[in-house]
């Protein structure tokens, strides 16, 4: 059991940074001894833990008391190192350039970050940065752009399971892992453009004439494009005028069956804008008129009964829902009486979303939003692949999207080939299987037709995440499993001091797979700053079970 100090007012922050790092925890109590001590405030100290971890990004009575030197770094944001991973801070930091430790060291200076005191009693961890203002920037401001490839969040809590593991201390926890998989890897589909026919003599449409003629050209000239595909756009813009007069083929339509066919049985979701020709708005007055969709939901309802029959997801598209419940309302109920569902998610058209989102959402009755994310990059706003709760949110939980096409593939945007759009998913690929949580996708309802022909790209990105051993589920499935996941209580266990008690009430018969429990055996060799030694072992979480953790203190 970990005790917890923090600053009452960081108190919403800390629940959510356990939810995500899953593991027995709770406030501190003075008639209690613990194994762990987190202590985030400056505040008198119970000195019986085996393992205290003082966090704070400025001095503290500690820090004086053990006559600490210490330098306070200036500027916005900070890069400090931990086993070769760079993890951003974004808050007050500082470091103790007199102590030789490299446990944690600030990337410009090679400074520690982390004064470490070991003696045979305890060990006693100086960190410094402020856990959990850290963890608050990342689940409310987001990452700028230039930092969206490091998952921070998660590499906050990588460092925390270290450092108590590090220190030959048991842990338990249950990771963001399905039993039987490496990942949740969620497919979703924004769909803008279901008919090209609906686009005369406007924007859309001479983009598509440019982009399938000219850009074809220098993609082709550049190597970033093979013939065949120029061969296809041209044969697309040519058939144009047939495709409005009604005698070809609107080749951007039976979006449904094309991606029922990439996707061969697995399940995705759709996120479908409700009512056409209106742009909606922005916080400061109306959006931009080209932000209206020529379609709403009846115009597709075909389309949408037959994904549903195939069991993918119809959710919501949204136009005002970020920022007005009434209409966000209106806009959820349109979707509703289309899939007679009466849970319905959402993904904000043009990803329009401010710290004030989750809180109209939750009023207007949506179940989860995937809106967190980048329209220029690929990665991690929120620092993590987790799903997450919002700190103003009830119930509402975010499902972050992570890899978007149009932010590969467009010139105004990353401007990528595949082979460097490949290059640059990868490590996003290889950080799910690290990590666990959920990788989400987005590839637009027109993307596998002309002019994009992205479909092959995607149809390689499924057997990538495919031979990664990921759970491939729909929006609503991957937050049900992390509903799960989140149901999991830790309980004092009075029987043993310092111990717990893992309580489990799950409905096994939910078609998710199952939870596990994982239990870390470190062997503790050395300093805890050059070596971290252990193993752990999982146990698959069952119907309704307790299990009883000992504590180090009782051993």
């Known amino acids: 059991m ?41 505040a008198a100290l119970d000195k019986t833990s085996k393992l205290m971890l003082l966090y704070g990004g400025k001095k503290t009575a500690f820090d004086e008391e053990q006559k600490h030197q210490t330098r306070c770094l200036e500027g916005s944001t900070h890069f400090f190192s931990h086993r070769g991973n760079q993890i951003p801070i974004y808050g007050n930091c500082l470091t103790f350039p007199e102590i ?71 842990l338990v926890e249950v990771p963001p892992v399905p039993e039987g998989y490496q990942f949740v890897a969620c497919l979703t589909h924004d769909v803008d453009h279901p008919a090209i026919r609906q686009h005369k003599w406007d924007r859309t449409m001479f983009g598509f004439l440019y982009r399938a003629i000219f850009d074809s050209l220098r993609k082709v000239v550049s190597r ?37 066919g990439l996707e061969k049985g697995l399940r995705s979701t759709f996120f479908v804008i409700p009512f056409g020709d209106k742009p909606g708005n922005k916080s400061s007055g109306p959006a931009p008129s080209m932000r209206a969709a020529r379609y709403g939901a009846r115009d597709i309802a075909g389309a949408i009964q037959k994904l549903d029959a195939a069991g993918c997801e119809v ?71 987790q799903v997450y709760r919002p700190l103003n949110a009830t119930r509402l939980l975010e499902l972050p999207l992570h890899i978007m096409d149009t932010a590969l593939f467009y010139p105004s945007h990353l401007g990528l080939s595949r082979q460097q759009a490949k290059s640059l998913v990868r490590p996003i690929l290889d950080n799910a299987v690290r990590f666990g949580g959920t990788l989400t996708v987005n590839w637009h309802d027109r993307s596998p037709a002309p002019e994009r ?34 149901s999991v209580t830790f309980e004092t266990d009075n029987s043993a001091p310092g111990g717990a008690r893992a309580h489990v009430a799950v409905d096994q018969r939910d078609n998710l797979p199952p939870l ?40």
């Open 453 to 486: 022909l992205w479909g092959e790209f995607y149809s390689e990105l499924i057997q990538d995440l495919k031979s990664r051993g990921a759970w491939f589920s729909t929006a609503s499935q991957a937050i049900s499993w992390s509903r799960k996941r989140r």
């Open 2 to 42: 970990i005790g917890i100090i923090a600053d009452p007012a960081d108190h919403v922050v800390v629940r959510e940074f356990f939810e995500l790092f899953k593991t027995p925890w709770e406030f501190y109590r003075v008639d209690r001894k613990y194994d762990v001590l987190l202590c985030a405030a400056d």
């Open 315 to 385: 959710g919501l598209h949204g136009i005002d829902a970020w920022i007005d419940s009434s209409k966000g309302r209106q806009e959820l109920d349109e979707i509703k009486c289309i899939t007679r569902r009466s849970e319905v998610g959402v993904r904000m058209h043009w990803l329009y979303y401010d710290q004030q989102s989750p809180v109209a959402l939750e009023k207007a009755g949506a179940v989860y939003d995937s809106t967190v994310g980048y329209n220029e990059t690929v990665g991690y706003r929120a620092g993590t692949t």
């Open 224 to 260: 970033q494009m093979p013939s065949r595909d120029l061969f296809r756009n041209l044969a697309a813009a040519l058939k144009l005028p047939f495709v409005y007069l009604g005698l070809a083929k609107d080749f951007w339509r039976d979006f449904d069956d094309r991606y029922l």
């Open 516 to 555: 596990r429990l994982r239990i870390h055996t470190p062997e503790k060799l050395g300093s805890i700053s050059t070596h971290f030694s252990g193993s752990y072992v999982d146990t698959v979480v069952g119907e309704s079970m307790d299990v009883r953790i000992a504590s180090e203190a009782a051993r």
């Open 100 to 170: 030789e430790n490299d446990l944690l060291v600030e990337e410009g200076s090679r400074e520690g970050v982390t004064y470490l005191d070991e003696s045979a009693e305890r060990v006693v961890a100086r960190i410094g940065y402020d856990l959990f203002s850290e963890v608050r920037t990342l689940l409310t401001t987001g990452q700028p752009i230039v930092n969206a490839s490091l998952p921070a969040l998660d590499l906050h809590i990588d460092f925390l399971r270290d450092l108590i593991v590090g220190s030959g201390i048991p």
